[in-house]
């Protein structure tokens, strides 16, 4: 974990202090004379040898102070804390549905494998997952919210009821774009184990055909789709950026590209760095949650 | 007695087991015919002339256009010129060559407005470009971007895996710690980074992001298939005549591990197909006055609130039915050149 992790400060540090050129330009703007720049340079510490600037950098990670946001002025561990509920809002809703009807579909459509509802099925997999996020949220937010009055059409509030009411849209259009790449994925996870020996030995002891689905391949199913989850569940925090910019929900999807839209560098920084480590962090959980799924696994 | 007939190869049999697949074959034509038509418009034959505003701003499709024919052309909002001009100021600076140019351009701006059409087989946009071509030309953008990142991140995954699988040792360790590095980033994170980064518009900086921040797909799989190639006799045949590293990697090894390379390029496709949809749509990828169905979509979320519904439904459909018929082929591909996995 430890070298990902300094690879990861690395790249960072490339990328924005060798391939971003010179942030003083960026920040004093288009009116600028030598003097400002030579000030700005030296409040960044740009004009410091590159080994100085890495220490910063590490030590900007290691206390969490990333000092302020060149756009606004507030400090950047202020924007990702009060930016973390409402992205939280809308994702812990999505990946438990997601998840929950990812696996009762999955299993059902596995229950009929090979019959014509299942190729269709799946046909509708494909041909939903090859139309846009874009498309899904423009149409529904034009029919359901704009035209049908349904939903409010974006806008946050202060309360976690208000809010709920605020995501339920972009809860059903994220489970919307989720739900086909999550059951194929999951199909093909499932079907991997219906082919399996114990899965016979249950059958042939008599059990019903629903008590070896739900019980006997769900458990040994279950460690792919555990391992998706988790994987999943970092990237989500980003990945929802689209569904956060079109409703308004200020979360940390949505201040990702803001960012990007001004130039606001340490900002970009601060959320890579942090992704990157809770990405790390899940990983070490998954590996931990196998070994209460599967009591085989053994951790060294 | 000569034995006749050849056996078949990896790349005919796959032909042969593709060719019985009726919804892959049907999938093939659809990109086929896509790919001719954007071949097409890239060489200029179709859809060179979409720029021209041929009809009123948003003249509807013919199929709905019959009863609300607009005014007069001229009196469109946004036909050009503002109906009151602010008065004249005598510190203009610019003012002599302003009507200079306005003397010159007076008749070419003119005279095209007066023979708008109403209306177009697929409608107009707001300047009045032809919808049909206008999504012609954007998918030309969409797909080359899609093409040419997926070669490069192929390339360069498939370099680095062979790299890694070939020699083992230091160099693999080397290239797992880059890999886990690239993968600890989310790939939508580490796109909109390194593109708030550039700092620059263009078709060749989307082709470089996509290009350099997805090669860890290929590497993983490439590599797998390099650790499994190297120790087979025929790699250590080639040693044994003499053969460089560089050649049995690249000569004698790669050929045995490209139909992977391939599916990888098919599936990558798609994906970056849509993620240029997004960076254009975001504003992050093709620069202004180039057309994809990123920037379509970015246009037409504005237009569908004032009851524009077509540049919409053109460029969503245009992509669903390019990326359903992709990625059924790219399925087909897959199980035709590995058949183990079904």
């Given amino acids: ?300 | 007695m000569h034995a006749i007939h050849d056996s078949a190869g990896l790349w005919t049999l796959a032909w042969r087991r593709l060719r019985g697949d009726r919804v892959a074959m049907a999938a093939l034509a659809v990109v086929a015919a896509f790919l001719l038509l954007l071949a097409a418009s890239a060489s200029g034959i179709v859809a060179a002339d979409w720029e021209e505003e041929v009809a009123v701003n948003y003249a509807p499709p013919a199929f709905v256009a019959a009863p609300a024919a607009p005014a007069a052309p001229g009196t469109a909002i946004a036909g050009g010129t503002a109906p009151g001009a602010p008065p004249a100021n005598e510190f203009d600076p610019l003012a002599g060559d302003l009507r200079e140019l306005r003397a010159t351009l007076g008749q070419a701006v003119a005279e095209p407005a007066a023979e708008r059409a109403p209306s177009l087989p697929f409608g107009a946009d707001k300047w009045g470009h032809d919808i049909i071509k206008k999504t012609i030309k954007g998918g030309e953008t969409s797909v080359v971007v899609g093409l040419a990142a997926a070669a490069l991140a192929v390339g360069l995954g498939t370099l680095f895996g062979a790299f890694s699988g070939f020699y083992g040792g230091v160099v693999d360790d080397f290239f797992n710690w880059f890999y886990s590095v690239f993968t600890s980033i989310p790939s939508i994170l580490m796109i909109l980074t390194v593109a708030a980064v550039l700092q620059q518009k263009g078709v060749l900086t989307i082709v470089l992001i996509l290009g350099l921040t997805g090669w860890t797909g290929p590497y993983r799989l490439i590599r797998a298939e390099y650790i499994k190639h190297k120790a087979r006799e025929y790699v250590m045949a080639a040693d044994a005549i003499g053969a460089s590293a560089w050649r049995k990697m690249f000569s004698h090894i790669f050929p045995n591990v490209s139909h992977v390379a391939l599916v990888q390029v098919s599936i990558l496709v798609v994906g970056f197909i849509k993620a240029e949809v997004i960076l254009s749509f975001l504003g992050f990828g093709v620069p202004v006055g180039v057309v994809s169905w990123g920037s379509m979509l970015n246009e037409a979320q504005n237009e569908l609130i004032l009851g524009k519904w077509w540049q919409l439904a053109a460029a969503a459909s245009a992509m669903a039915v390019l990326v359903t018929a992709f990625s059924l082929f790219a399925d087909a591909l897959r199980d035709a050149l590995d058949p183990k996995v079904k």
């Fill in chain 1, 1 to 300: 974990m430890a070298p990902t992790l300094l690879g990861v400060v690395l790249l960072v540090f490339v990328l924005f202090n060798w391939v971003g050129g010179d942030p003083a330009y960026i920040l004093a703007g288009k009116m600028s004379d030598a003097a400002s720049i030579e000030n700005i340079r030296r409040q960044l510490g740009v004009d410091q040898p590159w080994y100085v600037q890495l220490g910063i950098f590490l030590k900007q990670i290691a206390t969490f102070d990333f000092g302020q946001s060149w756009a606004t002025g507030e400090a950047v561990s202020d924007i990702i804390t009060s930016r973390l509920g409402p992205s939280l809002t809308v994702l812990v809703p999505l990946t438990v549905l997601e998840t929950v009807l990812g696996i009762a579909l999955a299993l059902a459509v596995a229950f009929v494998r090979g019959s014509l509802t299942d190729r269709a099925v799946m046909l509708a997999c494909t041909v939903g997952m090859s139309i846009s996020i874009l498309v899904y949220i423009i149409v529904f937010q034009y029919w359901l919210a704009y035209k049908a009055g349904l939903f409010p059409v974006q806008g946050w509030g202060a309360g976690l009821l208000e809010n709920l009411r605020f995501a339920a849209l972009p809860i059903l259009i994220g489970l919307a774009v989720s739900l086909a790449p999550t059951l194929r994925l999951y199909r093909s996870f499932v079907l991997d184990e219906v082919g399996q020996d114990y899965v016979r030995t249950a059958r042939a002891k008599g059990l019903p055909e629903r008590r070896v689905m739900w019980v006997h391949v769900l458990r040994n199913a279950a460690i792919p789709i555990i391992t998706h989850v988790m994987a999943s569940l970092p990237a989500m925090l980003i990945g929802a950026f689209l569904l956060e910019r079109f409703f308004g929900i200020p979360g940390i999807g949505r201040e990702v590209i803001l960012a990007v839209e001004r130039s606001d560098f340490p900002v970009i920084k601060a959320i890579t760095v942090y992704v990157a480590v809770a990405t790390m962090v899940f990983n070490l959980l998954t590996d931990l949650l196998y070994q209460a799924v599967d009591p085989r696994v053994q951790l060294k």
